[in-house]
Structures are given as structure tokens and as C-alpha cells.
Nanobody
Framework: QVQLVESGGGVVQAGGSLRLSCAAS????????MAWFRQAPRKEREFVAY????????LYTDSVKGRFAISRDNAKSTMYLQMNGLQPEDTALYYC???????????????WGQGTEVTVFS
């Protein structure tokens, strides 16, 4: 079992930045891929980015490319999402997830956090 806890959400003006963190505990030696998803009000949960155990493989959804950066520190069992140039359409509940493969589909991830809220106002 892996437990995931997100933090770092908040309210920010358009153009601002936030850094989300996802702290993992439990069986963190499984070398899982980790990912960020988000769900805006009245919308489906959508993929944001994933990163492999070694950090050599990353993938971003098109709408965040060039603005968001995913990273991880395995020694700290923590994953990050640096979000720059935030826009109102980035407003959502952001979830971290862990699973054995990297994929854009949420069903490939076995473990989920409870989410951290990001609100961007114009």
C-alpha cells in the first residue's frame, strides 16, 4: 500500500505560480510512476503530467506544456508540480497518483491522494 498526501494548493492571481507537493508513504520502494491529475468543477478528471521513477520519462498534457514542470525526489518520497503562468482555466482540484506504468488514463494508477485545491483568478 502507498499513501499519498498533496499540499501546496492555494489562491493565486493569473500569471502567478504555485508548487504542489505529493508526499508518499508506505511501500515507496516499488519504483512507481507518479502523476498529477486535476478535476475542475463540473468537469471530468483529466491527466496533467507523469514522471517515471528515474525521472527520465515525463509526459505533459498539451495545455500545460512549457508552463508546468513535474519532478520527484525519491530520497524524500516526494513528487512536485511547479506551475508557472497560471490561468483561470487551471483552477481545479489537483490529485497525485502512483502506479506501475506511465499513462494518461486514470485507471492505470493504483493509489490516489485526496487532492489539493488550486484557484486562479483573473
Amino acid at each position: 500500500q502507498v499513501q499519498l498526501v498533496e499540499s501546496g494548493g492555494g489562491v493565486v492571481q493569473a500569471g502567478g505560480s504555485l508548487r504542489l507537493s505529493c508526499a508518499a508513504s508506505g511501500r515507496t520502494d516499488n519504483k512507481y510512476f507518479m502523476a498529477w491529475f486535476r478535476q475542475a468543477p463540473r468537469k471530468e478528471r483529466e491527466f496533467v503530467a507523469y514522471i517515471s521513477w528515474s525521472s527520465t520519462n515525463t509526459l505533459y498534457t498539451d495545455s500545460v506544456k512549457g508552463r508546468f514542470a513535474i519532478s520527484r525526489d525519491n530520497a524524500k518520497s516526494t513528487m512536485y508540480l511547479q506551475m508557472n503562468g497560471l490561468q483561470p482555466e487551471d483552477t481545479a482540484l489537483y490529485y497525485c497518483a502512483a502506479g506501475p506504468i506511465g499513462a494518461m488514463g486514470s485507471t492505470y494508477y493504483h493509489y490516489w491522494g485526496q487532492g489539493t485545491e488550486v484557484t486562479v483568478f483573473s
